[in-house]
């Protein structure tokens, strides 16, 4: 081989060497742009004192009734011609009551609310809205399923979103912790039912025992009747007396009798 095919190779291998460190460099620049963190919006306390303050001039709508198949999007599409809905909410009925429902008409149905909160931007819109829709029908339009539906709504004064949250989530731990102590209970009756089990295996490995060491002793393999069943006890009865005299003593005082 030549020199200058030496000089050729080590120019290639350098070459390649220096290709790898570059791409190397790519890469790291590219997880260190990864890593960089999203900066974080901070609230000024002017910012925050104002939307404190439009918190306090919304208005809370209460709904009484949901009609069948009518959902949040739909009711804050409905309520929203009327002014600027913020937030909605639907609670869901009752899966036991689902059930029941289900059973009696006969078909799976739907999803079904039962009430609802509407929060409004403006007070004086939610209490408008409120007197103004309350026992109106929902719609006109005689195709429409919700045809013949009548609005129950009642504008809550007093009440904030924060006290519908609080709300929900009491419920949601206290549906927690009676399922957690539906569970520890069903844990015991099943700890005390498998402790049953093993004490009656234990008495039939006892009398099993039992049951060997009687053949042992008797030095037949046929056993004397089953050993739960007891034993038949006869019992001595003594023969009557012979009351022919008595028979004759009796006859003598019913003669004198007469």
Same mark, same amino acid.
């Given at each position: 081989m030549s020199v200058s095919d030496n000089?050729?190779?080590?120019?290639? *291998?350098?070459?390649?060497?220096?290709?790898?460190?570059?791409?190397? =460099?790519?890469?790291?620049?590219?997880?260190?742009?990864?890593?960089?963190?999203?900066?974080?919006?901070?609230?000024?306390? =002017? !910012?925050? =004192?104002?939307?404190?303050?439009?918190?306090?001039?919304? #208005?809370?709508? %209460?709904? /009484?009734? +949901?009609?069948?198949?009518?959902?949040?999007?739909? &009711?804050?599409?409905?309520?929203?011609?009327?002014? *600027? *809905?913020?937030?909605? %909410?639907?609670? !869901? !009925?009752?899966? &036991?009551?689902?059930?029941?429902?289900?059973?009696?008409? #006969?078909? /799976? #149905?739907?999803?079904? %609310? +039962? !009430?609802?909160?509407?929060? %409004?931007?403006?007070?004086? *819109?939610?209490?408008? @809205?409120?007197? &103004?829709?309350?026992?109106?029908?929902?719609?006109?339009?005689?195709?429409? @399923?919700?045809?013949?539906d009548l609005w129950n709504l009642k504008y809550l004064g007093k009440f904030q979103w924060s006290h519908l949250t609080e709300k929900v989530a009491y419920e949601r731990r206290m549906r927690e912790q009676k399922l957690k102590i539906e569970m520890m209970k069903a844990k015991k009756e099943n700890q005390a039912y498998s402790t049953l089990v093993e004490a009656g295996k234990t008495m039939d490995r006892i009398e099993e025992r039992r049951r060997k060491k009687r053949q042992a002793e008797n030095g037949s393999d046929k056993i004397e009747g089953d050993t739960d069943r007891k034993r038949a006890r006869r019992f001595r009865q003594n023969k009557p007396d012979d009351n022919s005299s008595d028979k004759a003593a009796n006859v003598a005082i019913l003669k004198s009798l007469v």
């Open positions: 000089e050729e190779s080590t120019s290639e *291998v350098d070459n390649v060497d220096e290709g790898i460190v570059e791409s190397n =460099e790519s890469i790291d620049e590219s997880q260190k742009k990864k890593k960089k963190k999203k900066k974080i919006h901070k609230l000024s306390l =002017e !910012e925050t =004192e104002d939307f404190n303050a439009k918190l306090r001039k919304r #208005g809370v709508i %209460y709904i /009484s009734r +949901i009609p069948p198949r009518m959902g949040p999007a739909k &009711a804050k599409a409905l309520l929203g011609e009327f002014g *600027v *809905v913020t937030r909605i %909410y639907l609670e !869901e !009925e009752d899966k &036991a009551a689902r059930k029941r429902r289900q059973r009696a008409s #006969g078909t /799976s #149905g739907g999803k079904r %609310y +039962i !009430e609802g909160w509407v929060e %409004y931007e403006s007070k004086k *819109v939610a209490k408008h @809205v409120a007197a &103004a829709l309350n026992n109106t029908p929902i719609t006109n339009h005689k195709r429409s @399923v919700h045809y013949g």
